[in-house]
């Protein structure tokens, strides 16, 4: 009986204890799926007005704002830079702010918490889904462009990869596009003021290079044995390695990337970092949810044009049309897409284009919509030796553990917890003796690059829509950072929730094109250096590793895909050089209006383009609150 009791004890005990701990992580879970704060308004007619016939607007057109709910900031958009300028400005409790957001929170994208989880948001409700127009230079395809259309926007749904660029970038910003104030003297502090970065015993970092009492959550995540082995064949063709991208001595060389992923290995999108459950309950801050910005009210106040406010609706089969009114500035922050998109539907664009679908010219603004820049990039997938890849995370049976251990908090780094991209390295192509003579040398100094190359302990082929075969693969990926091609975004009609077309023209000059060949035989080098090459075992793209340089250039112009970052179609800078926005992100000729996101880049930078955009965001702010 003795024996009994002892036993029955040792079972109530570790009964107990099993539920307990069983408790705590169902709780976990269910925390994970059903969040307890999920922000934004989904309500309209809480926030703003509904626009009502013959009193709103008349039968010209034209809107009345007079008892239209006033704001002293109304905001465009609730990406990435929206989400900064929000948190920063209503800071001061008098301010006001609306943040307008098509989509809906991210916090209800269980995919966008999850860092290696990103591909599974593409072509969702969560993304804008963009297609280009037939690419010339890319054996007539039109690319897909993943957009993000929810809180956070694309630093919800990209790879959270952070890079700072090359101080001489932002140099060039200033020097030769004349924006001043946007030197690297006055972006670090920029960069400085958003990141927490989390310093640890393995990776070598100057603390005086990073900030770590900021919102946004910086960190290295995981890293791959095969990652590790491309930092030595990077090593191999002549790029040295460095401890750290980010810091005033510019990216040049090979190294770990930088990921926003906090330490409890979530994704910190700047929807987490900048509106936190505090920040969204300020009174003086509304977010709004579900709606789209058709246009901007752009009124004639004594023969000055000035933005007064925005007119909403959720969907084109919706009749419900809303209005709010701004005060003092409406912002736009649409990205580099939407933000030229509204503009034009608000008739400030080229004049010709506007009166081509229908919609009356408010200001005519050639350069709205045109310079658009992207990173293009191609890669080498590899058949690798069983064990020696990550691609067992693309399966159920493989992804299941490391779920578990996200949901649970598990500390352990997996590949759940890591940017795809782990590695990378950026060169200049002239400074290596083996460049084309065709290749023009594009970048913005010494010190800053025009070839980045990617370690990837996977294959991530069609976005990572495509599953290839079971087994373990590698890729290198080659991305053109300074493309001497320009594109443009411009209206397919006079309906606002119609997709804009965006023409990328990549691949339109032979410097571009030589170069692409160029890095991509930079990629076939790495691919074959000794650390690489002892474990590889054919290859999947391309069939076969020896390509003539016409191949090379078959197979870019068919397998190229875009890096994600889009850029310049509000440009800054001079207006007699064309500039659409002012050094103040002012829209030249219409007051009370602003731009801020990658849409403002004069030229493109040579990297990852999310920290930038923070950058430029938290510039905005300052600039803002010194009544500039």
């Not at 400005?89 to 929170?105: C, H, I, K, R, Y």
């Not at 990173?375 to 490391?402: D, F, R, T």
């Not at 606002?496 to 571009?512: Q, R």
Request: charged share 25%; hydrophobic share 40%.
């Amino acid at each position: 009986p003795k024996i009994v009791a002892d036993m029955q004890f040792v079972y109530l005990v570790v009964g107990s204890l099993v539920a307990y701990f069983g408790y705590r992580i169902f709780r976990k879970i269910v925390h994970e799926f059903v969040p307890s704060f999920i922000p934004g308004e989904s309500i309209p007619i809480v926030l703003v007005t509904p626009i009502v016939a013959g009193t709103h607007k008349k039968e010209d057109g034209t809107i009345n704002l007079d008892g239209v709910k006033e704001y002293d900031y109304v905001i465009v958009g609730g990406g990435t830079a929206a989400c900064v300028l929000a948190n920063r400005l209503t800071e001061d409790p008098n301010v006001t702010v609306l943040m307008v957001e098509a989509g809906f929170s991210d916090v209800k994208q269980l995919m966008s918490r999850i860092p290696g989880g990103f591909p599974k948001l593409f072509k969702t409700i969560a993304d804008w889904n963009i297609q280009t127009t037939p690419q010339k230079g890319c054996a007539g395809r039109e690319l897909y462009w993943p957009r993000g259309k929810m809180l956070g926007g694309c630093s919800s749904i990209n790879a959270m990869i952070y890079t700072r660029c090359s101080p001489d970038d932002y140099d060039e910003w200033e020097k030769k596009y004349g924006c001043e104030g946007w030197g690297w003297k006055d972006m670090e502090p920029m960069f400085k003021k958003s990141e927490g970065f989390t310093f640890d015993a393995k990776n070598k970092v100057n603390p005086k290079d990073h900030n770590d009492k900021g919102p946004w959550k910086v960190r290295y995540a995981h890293l791959a044995s095969f990652s590790e082995k491309c930092l030595s064949a990077f090593e191999s063709i002549g790029i040295k390695r460095i401890s750290d991208f980010n810091t005033s001595e510019g990216l040049l060389g090979c190294s770990q990337f930088q990921s926003f992923i906090d330490q409890e290995g979530r994704r910190s999108s700047t929807a987490v970092a900048f509106i936190d459950k505090e920040v969204a309950a300020r009174p003086n801050l509304s977010i709004l949810v579900g709606q789209t910005v058709t246009k901007v009210v752009v009124q004639n106040l004594g023969g000055k044009l000035r933005a007064r406010g925005i007119e909403m609706g959720a969907s084109s089969l919706s009749p419900a049309r809303y209005l709010a009114k701004a005060k003092n500035e409406v912002i736009i922050a649409a990205g580099a897409v939407h933000s030229p998109h509204v503009l034009l539907h608000s008739g400030l664009g080229p004049a010709e284009e506007l009166e081509r679908v229908g919609i009356k010219v408010v200001k005519n603004i050639p350069q709205v919509g045109k310079n658009l820049a992207d990173h293009i990039s191609v890669g080498v997938n590899l058949k690798l030796a069983k064990g020696e890849s990550c691609q067992y995370a693309a399966e159920l049976l493989g992804s299941l553990p490391l779920l578990y251990k996200w949901l649970t908090k598990d500390p352990t780094l997996t590949f759940l917890v890591s940017s795809v991209a782990e590695v990378g390295a950026f060169l200049r192509a002239k400074d290596r003796p083996d460049c084309p003579k065709a290749v023009k040398d594009l970048t913005s100094g010494k010190n800053s690059a025009d070839v980045e190359l990617l370690g990837a302990p996977c294959a991530f082929v069609d976005h990572g829509a495509a599953n290839p075969p079971s087994g373990d693969y590698g890729t290198f990926g080659a991305i053109l950072l300074r493309p001497e091609s320009r594109g443009s975004v411009t209206l397919k009609d006079n309906n606002p929730f119609s997709s804009p077309i965006v023409d990328a023209n990549y691949f339109s000059t032979e410097s571009d094109r030589q170069l692409a060949i160029y890095s991509y035989k930079l990629c076939a080098e790495s691919a074959s250096a000794k650390h690489i090459k002892s474990i590889e075992r054919g290859y999947l793209h391309p069939d076969k590793s020896e390509l003539s340089d016409e191949e090379i250039l078959e197979y870019v112009q068919e397998r190229s895909e875009t890096l994600y970052h889009p850029v310049g179609t509000v440009k800054m800078g001079r207006e007699k050089d064309g500039a659409v926005l002012d050094s103040q992100l002012r829209v030249y000729g219409v007051e009370g209006l602003r731009v801020c996101d990658a849409s403002v880049m004069p030229a493109i930078v040579a990297g990852h383009t999310c920290a930038p955009v923070v950058a430029i965001a938290e510039r905005l702010a300052c600039l803002i609150k010194e009544g500039k």
